[in-house]
């Protein structure tokens, strides 16, 4: 017989106590309940506030294809207001002004898109990946307009038309671009409403709720088919990560500050 054994055994026997007693401290420390950390770790929905900036900007160019047709009708045309025209406008001539305003406008608007991809961006690092994707178009869809309106207005001055004939040009380029512009911000308003209206969770936690509580099975096929493509679930899955790394490092500041606060 092994004159050690009985020395080993009851060493690795002190061991395990220890071992336990240890474990049965951390047990009995402070534990924190499962109400606190939920509501802790739980983000408040944020609503995206670009609707008032649409609601804004589709104000401010309904004035100025207003003010527009007014200078050009009574100030380029000269419907019997030639003097009201010069104490208002001074030396300036009346297409000029509308020229002018139109660059104002676009400039709005280019403020007005980055206004909106900075909220965009904002909801797609909370999760929203579903909605950034859905808006994603409509985001820029303002700015083309008013951009491609700018050319026309650029190709229209340059060409040896007479006044009139330029005027009333400028005013159906101003009508087009508003008549597609404005609704485009509208439906982009409806959008964004929608969407801060439902108050939804994250797209990660709406699929986990889905995958729990779902009562049929839904067979599910492997590979790509018609409509897939390669690059777009690329770029959701990067979407996804990126997501995944910064709520995770969100989660383990807050059980930190917990565990420090129990």
């Known amino acids: 017989m092994d004159p050690k054994g009985p020395s080993a055994y009851t060493a690795g026997s002190s061991a395990d106590i220890d ?10 420390g402070p534990l924190i309940s499962a109400d606190a950390l939920h509501s802790a770790i ?3 929905f944020q609503a995206v506030p670009t609707p008032c900036h649409a609601a804004l900007l589709s104000v401010l160019h ?3 294809v207003v003010l527009s047709i007014c200078v050009a009708v009574l100030c380029v045309l000269k419907f019997g207001q030639e003097e009201v025209c010069m104490s208002i406008l001074g030396s300036m001539k ?12 676009w400039v709005l608007v280019l403020m007005f898109t980055g206004c909106v991809q900075h909220h965009h961006n904002r909801a797609r690092s909370r999760g929203y990946l579903r909605f950034y994707r859905q808006t994603q178009g409509l985001k820029h869809t303002a700015l083309t307009i008013h951009s491609a309106g700018n050319v026309l207005f650029l190709v229209l001055l340059a060409t040896e038309l007479s006044q009139t004939v330029r005027i009333y040009a400028l005013l ?3 009508g087009l671009e508003f008549l597609v512009a404005v609704p485009c911000l509208v439906y982009y308003t409806v959008k ?11 797209d990660v936690s709406q699929e986990e709720l889905s995958h729990n509580y779902s009562v049929t099975s839904v067979p599910t096929e492997t590979g790509f088919r018609g409509a897939s493509s390669l690059e777009e679930v690329v770029e959701k899955q990067a979407d996804l990560i990126e997501y995944l790394k910064q709520h995770n490092t969100l989660l383990s500041k807050r059980l930190l500050n917990l565990t420090a606060q129990h």
């Not at 002004?97 to 104002?104: D, E, H, L, P």
């Not at 964004?192 to 994250?202: G, S």
């Open 172 to 174: 159906i380029i101003l």
């Open 94 to 105: 009346g297409d000029s002004v509308i020229v002018f305003g139109k660059v104002c406008l």
């Open 42 to 44: 739980r983000r408040e």
């Open 19 to 28: 071992r336990s007693l240890e474990e049965d401290s951390l047990v009995d």
């Open 192 to 202: 964004v409403m929608q969407f801060n209206r439902a108050r939804a969770a994250p």
């Open 62 to 64: 309904i004035v100025y």
